[in-house]
């Protein structure tokens, strides 16, 4: 397999969750919440194995760590999803979303979301925020899609394949780096993304694109093993388009 060529961004891809809105905040409290009942916390060392999983796999994991509660999986989950439901109305963007978003869209940048969340839940949490999300026009892979193959969520690439196919047009493939023609490798080159979660960016860098991090602070203690992003940021406040090949900002 050839080595990834340098070439200039031509697409982009976000996350949802963590990265575009403060839902990450949500999941946290929310989990929590259920936990104290048993004199239990959710530490950052367990939520970093969480965080892009699909849903009943994350909670599998987490309640592996707390065998002693009595607790079901289906029972945590429908507690969860009921306390969630309550606050996704009113969750905010983070900082520097906005800002990018419509900056991209104004040059004609092509733009998709790969979110692991299901479609009901995209719906819920984006409702309030059309001025941003009505941007991306409907390209949108939801977790319960039926794009990517059960087993195969983040941090396996095919979601961003899938966003970058589907979505975009570009002609990316579907499979892992080294099952890719010349002309795939070059496609995946073009693209960049941005996630927040460890799975996120390794399922980025597995698919030959660009990644840019940004993380709740929490995270950057946390080791992992893998491959690292491009760049890791603090914000989206800071991200510097002109580094990726894409249109400055106005001053």
């Known amino acids: 397999m050839a080595d990834k060529p340098s070439v200039k961004v031509e697409y982009v891809i976000f996350d949802m969750d963590g990265l575009m809105i403060d839902s990450e905040r949500v999941y946290t409290e929310v989990t929590n919440d259920i936990l104290a009942r048993y004199g239990k916390t959710m530490t950052w060392d367990i939520k970093a194995g969480l965080m892009g999983k699909p849903e009943r796999e994350a909670a599998e994991h987490l309640l592996s760590f ?72 409907g390209r949108v892979v939801c977790g319960d899609d039926g794009k990517v193959r059960p087993g195969r969520a983040k941090p396996c690439p095919d979601v961003f394949l899938a966003a970058a196919r589907e ?13 890719c023609n010349d002309n795939e490798i070059l496609e995946r080159a073009k693209g960049l993304i941005f996630e927040d979660a460890l799975p996120g960016v390794q399922a980025g860098k597995r698919a030959g694109m660009e990644v840019v991090w940004v993380p709740d602070s929490n995270l950057l203690d946390v080791e992992y093993a893998g491959p690292r992003p491009d760049e890791t940021l603090n914000s989206l406040c800071e991200f510097s388009p002109e580094k990726y090949g894409l249109p400055p900002y106005d001053s």
């Open 66 to 137: 707390f065998p002693g509660i009595s607790l079901t999986i289906d029972e945590y989950l429908r507690e969860r999803d009921a306390a969630q439901d309550l606050r996704w109305p009113h969750v905010q963007l983070l900082p520097g979303v906005e800002r990018l978003v419509a900056h991209l869209h104004a040059h004609g940048i092509p733009m998709a979301i790969a979110t692991g969340s299901r479609r009901a839940n995209f719906i819920a949490k984006t409702s309030r925020l059309g001025k941003v999300f009505a941007l991306f026009d």
């Open 167 to 179: 979505y975009l047009g570009r002609d990316v493939g579907g499979g892992e780096m080294d099952e």
